[in-house]
Structures are given as C-alpha cells and as structure tokens.
C-alpha cells in the first residue's frame, strides 16, 4: 500500500490513532442498542467495529480513493466499496456478542451510514491544505518620455544638460534650478511655464515648487498623506497633499 505523502508509518500510525477515537467516542455513545453491553465488552466491539473497519476503508481510500476528484465522490465510491466487507467483520462480532442488534438489511444500510461518517472525518483530516495565494511583485514601468514632449524646454538648457537625463524642475526663488544626470543649472522662467512645457512628459507635479520625471523616481515615504520622493542621484522631493492623488493613482501608494 502507497501513501501519498511517503511516510506510510506515521501515516498509518495517526489513521489508527483516529479510529481509536472514533471508536471510543461510539463506546460511549453507545448507539444501535450497544448500551446493553457492559462499558468494558461495549468498548471492545465499537473499537474492533471501527478501527477494522476503518482499516478496510484506509485501504481502499489509499489504493482507489485518493486518485479520484472531488470529495463527494471519493467518499461514495470508497463507502461503497467497502460496506459489504464490514458487514462481514460486524457481523463476525455480532455473534461473538450476547446480543443480536442488527437484522441483515438493517446492518447493510448502518454500516454504510457509520463508514460514511468514519470516512468523511479521515477524507477531511488528510486533506491538503488549500494552497496560499500567490504573491505577485508588481512596479511601474514608465515609458521613456518622447523627445518631442520635452524638446522645448530642453532648448532652453546648456548644450551640456540638453541631451541630460532629466530629473526634476524645482522652483528656487525667481528661477528654475533643473537636476539632471549631468549636473544643475539655474533657468530664468516660471515654474507654471515650465510645468506647460513639460505636460506632454512623463512626469509629475508632486508639489506647488517641484516637477519630477517619473523615470526618475526610486522610492516614495509616506507621512500624514504627504510624502518625501527619492529620486535618481541621491535627490529627494517632497509631496504635498494636494498632489500626493496622482502618484497614488500612478502605483506609488
């Protein structure tokens, strides 16, 4: 016999652990006339009823059931398949009893009823656990910024910082000082002008002073609804209220 999980001894150890519960749990219960016996001698046939028993259906669990789809299903063809052989082993121990408590077709459908039970807590108990949602890693992917979207404002650069990466646009005083990857540079225009300019770009206004490319930005700190950005090159942007929404809804919650 072949036990799914490769420890056939453990295995079958706890499947004879469970059926000795079950077994003294219908001692105790005594159904079908058992409380006429003593506790002792009840005991004894409810255990041998239902640990033999569930031995016969292990069996069959193990060697048919397990490859079948569906709980319902494997419990119908395992309790079927197994009744009429515990309806030889009860009725061996009815006779080694005092006491008849079962006519024939009344003992078929009881011990269909009670392996059915048996079986359905041992199907539960090995059941495999339902698998844990997978965790999947997601990140934003921007699209390099199209030339033409920042050509107008890049002409008003240096030649050495108009092919730059851009970084960000912060307004500083009366003027713009523009990061890039090649260094800063200070431009005379005002942050709204610049801000149109750079519309068609891939980038945020993040607060009434900063622009940033969304390319640049690494990581973003949240506090109170507003944030700090770390941007490329050690650079870091804060992030007022007001346009915290718009890096939300862009993936950086």
Known sequence: MHFSDGRPLRRLAIDLALLTALGLVLAVLAPFDTSK?????????????????GL?????????GRRLDGFWRRLLVVVTLMTP???VLVGVLDMQTNHRFRAPPILWWRVWVISGLVMAV??????????????????????????????????RLSAR?????????????????????AGQELLT????????????AHGFQVHRSWWVAADAIEGVSWRRGAGDLRL??????????RHAPVLRAAGWA
Do not use: C, N
């Open 56 to 64: 016969i259906g292990v069996v069959i669990d193990e060697l048919i």
């Open 161 to 181: 910082r108009r092919a730059a990466r851009l970084i960000a646009v912060e307004a500083h005083d009366h003027y713009l000082r523009v990061h890039t990857d």
């Open 85 to 87: 052989l515990v309806v």
């Open 232 to 241: 490329a090159g050690d650079l870091i942007a804060p992030v007022s209220r």
């Open 37 to 53: 016996l003593p506790l002792s001698d009840r005991a004894a046939y409810w255990l041998e009823s239902i640990v033999g028993g």
């Open 122 to 155: 041992r199907i539960l108990a090995w059941r495999k656990p339902p698998a844990p949602p997978r965790l999947v890693e997601t990140r934003v992917v921007v699209a390099p910024p199209l030339p033409e979207a920042e050509a107008a404002f890049r002409q």
């Open 189 to 200: 225009l005002r942050f709204s002008d610049a801000v149109a300019e750079l519309a068609g």
